[in-house]
């Protein structure tokens, strides 16, 4: 038995497969996981929408149909993915890592037909080759994103372990958005335009890198808490759903996911046309891009020692509220430089920088919690709910950021855009995050349950309630 975890560690439910500890090899491994995802994850999130209406031609309005669409269709493929996961055997290799080295190319190449465009074909060719190769994408990334998430809660049961993986996993992220966000403008605009073949280069050259960081993370990292057949519940749906309705951390974390990353989501999309039209400066997003990766540096060494004192829940809300009252700010002085802006948004960068380095570590939070009221440890179904409402958020930034671009009167067609759609655009970027920042702030603060404090007994809970 361990005495730390209260679970066994040879034919119980904690099993060492390669007698290692828990060490920097595991988070270094963690961190490719995301490395690899987010440069095809984050390339979709900040170029596709201007590759599909600047060089397909097709409307925003009917980007955000396909955005909504798709991502809806992920989010039941998320769901569909994970039970599937949970009801199979582990392998010698473990039970999710095997998933990310199996599916991780076919969702490459997908990833990489996205950006092929061919020549001279009509508009309802460009329209339908987006719809199906979007979706095959979004489908596949669900085979080899949910095994990745779902193998934090068995890497290590120690909940300050699992934080140091949340922040390299935001690590990985950052690295990837650093060098697209960075790089991929200067690469794919060519005289303010977006260049097809550019833009192709690009994606190929982050495939093979995005493989790279799969193999890495199947190589490096190690699953140590597994069930053993002969000991686990048999999958009974009817109790796994009766357990998510009494999961009180589990449904705020749910909402406050969904809603932060229909945010996130909006603001990528928003700001290509932002920089690339209110300011006349599409390379710019460089700039933002090399800032908000800094800013997650700059956090890095704080969260541990603030999460030690304050606890998760506290220095993410704080952070929210400081990015809610940055994004005010920006939507009243209007009269900002380009370089003026940037520096402004940074602090809000800053701000929401806390939340993203400690929303995986929430995730476990609530996988134990499931765990505690319901006694089925059910990783992949509750990891791939989570994932759920992060692809329902981003089908509705997805739908909404085309459907606002429209709105406001954005034409691919023209030249230089009204003066109203600027000032449209201007108060997508801003007042409307200010204001998602800070309902999330509220909902944290006030409704979701588990503190410092409570989280503390939540694992002293789980021990008990593991050893008895």
Known sequence: MNPQTGLETSKGLETNLKNRAFGLRDQIGYLFGDFGNDFFFILVSSFLM??????????????????????????????????????????PKGKFRPWIFRMSFPLVVSGVFMFVHIPGMTNGFYLAYAFVTYILWGTL????????????????????????????????????????????????????????????????????????CYLACYSLSTER???????????????????????????????ISLTFMACFMLIGAVNIYLFKDYFGSATALSLVGLIQTVTVFIAMPLVKPLVARFGKKEIAAAGLLLSAAVYALLYFISDLSVNQ????????????????????????????????????????????????????????????????????????????????????????????????????????????????????????????????
């Open 225 to 255: 808490v597994i069930a053993p057949e002969d000991k686990k519940e048999k999958t009974n749906l009817k109790a796994t759903l009766k357990g998510f309705t009494k999961n009180q951390p589990l449904i705020w974390i749910l909402i």
């Open 341 to 468: 802006f940037i520096g402004i948004m940074a602090v809000a960068q800053f701000g929401y920088a806390f939340f993203n380095l400690v929303i995986w570590a929430f995730v476990t939070d609530v996988i134990d919690y499931h765990e505690y009221i319901t006694g089925l440890r059910e990783d992949g179904t509750v990891y791939s709910v989570y994932s759920f409402a992060r692809k329902v958020g981003q089908a509705i930034a997805g739908g909404l950021g085309g459907f606002a671009i429209s709105a406001v009167g954005y034409n691919a067609t023209l030249k230089a855009q009204s003066s109203e759609t600027l000032h449209g655009i201007h108060t997508l970027a801003t007042l409307i995050p200010a204001a998602i920042f800070f309902l999330l702030f509220l909902i944290l603060v006030f409704l979701y349950p588990l503190n410092k404090k409570r989280t503390i007994q939540l694992t002293a809970d789980l021990v008990q309630k593991r050893s008895s």
């Open 141 to 212: 990334y669900s085979t080899v994103n949910i095994p990745y998430g779902s193998m934090a809660s068995v890497i290590t049961s120690d909940p300050v372990e699992r934080t140091s993986l949340s922040t390299f996993r935001t690590l990985g992220s950052s690295l990837a958005g650093l060098i697209i966000n960075v790089v991929g403008p200067l690469i794919i605009f060519v005289d303010n335009k977006a260049d097809p073949n550019r833009i192709l280069l690009t994606a190929i050259i982050f495939g093979i890198l995005s493989i790279s």
């Open 50 to 91: 201007v590759f599909y209406t600047d060089v397909f031609g097709i409307s925003a309005a009917a980007v955000g149909g396909l955005f909504l669409i798709a991502r809806l269709w992920d989010a039941v493929a998320d769901v569909t993915w994970g039970r599937f996961i949970d009801t199979r055997k582990a392998s």
